[in-house]
Antibody, heavy 115, light 109 residues
Framework: QLVESGGGLVQPGGSLRLSCAAS????????MIWVRQAPGKGLEWLSY????????YYADSVRGRCTMSRDNAQSLLFLQMSSLRVEDTAIYYC??????????WGRGTLVTVSS | SYVLTQPPSVSVAPGKTATITCGGE??????VHWYQQRPGQAPVLVMY???DRPSQIPERFSGSNSGNTATLIINRVEAGDEADYYC????????????FGGGTMVTVL
């Protein structure tokens, strides 16, 4: 399973580090993604990281403000977010990649950006 | 950039068939995946590689992909099928490889 953590209330311009703990799988074998969902909106892909961190991609909406990383030894995935904006308010999900699709999702962690 | 277009909503009576479309330029040349998201829950994969069903998904769910439209079909719709459905493709030639459609809300009347 995948369990996200690290969400919470943060002021505009602040920073937050999200984590995703994986269990019951060989974490180092799989690419991973972060996806977010703003209130009442659809799914928005944010970033992808390959199994060995050799490939990392970002959506334009977060490029330069977010850094995705992973610790395969600890089966952990991270998303470091900075310069947060009100429009970054969303539920953030991590998901496991099986090739071009995502077969396992966490339950999400809520990030609220507000003063 | 590549765009996936879904109808915002589909309404269907119980026991009938729901058809959810996902439009994209020559989408038939890509692999399309589908996710179900019930209210307040995380997305769940319901179809991959156009028409393959995960083992836990009922046979009532099927998929197809050709030309400019991919389709998710739900036969004998049940109340529990009421959810948002998202299509997704992987654009391997892009540095934005993951793309979701805008989602379709399926309402069971």
């Amino acid at each position: 399973q995948l369990v996200e953590s690290g969400g919470g209330l943060v002021q505009p311009g602040g920073s937050l580090r999200l984590s995703c703990a994986a269990s019951g799988m060989k974490f180092s074998d799989y690419g991973m993604i972060w996806v977010r969902q703003a209130p009442g909106k659809g799914l928005e892909w944010l970033s992808y990281i390959g199994s060995r961190s050799s490939s990392i991609y970002y959506a334009d909406s977060v490029r330069g403000r977010c850094t995705m990383s992973r610790d395969n030894a600890q089966s952990l995935l991270f998303l470091q977010m900075s310069s947060l904006r009100v429009e970054d308010t969303a539920i953030y999900y991590c998901a496991k990649s099986l090739g071009s699709y995502f077969d396992l999702w966490g339950r999400g962690t809520l990030v609220t950006v507000s003063s | 950039s590549y765009v996936l277009t879904q109808p915002p909503s589909v309404s269907v009576a119980p026991g009938k068939t729901a058809t959810i479309t996902c439009g994209g330029e020559n989408i038939g040349s890509k692999s399309v995946h589908w996710y179900q998201q019930r209210p307040g829950q995380a997305p769940v994969l319901v179809m991959y590689y156009d028409s393959d069903r995960p083992s836990q998904i009922p046979e009532r769910f099927s998929g197809s992909n050709s030309g400019n439209t991919a389709t998710l079909i739900i036969n004998r719709v049940e109340a529990g099928d009421e959810a948002d459905y998202y299509c997704q493709v992987w654009d391997g030639g892009s540095d934005h490889p993951v793309l979701f459609g805008g989602g379709t809300m399926v309402t069971v009347l």
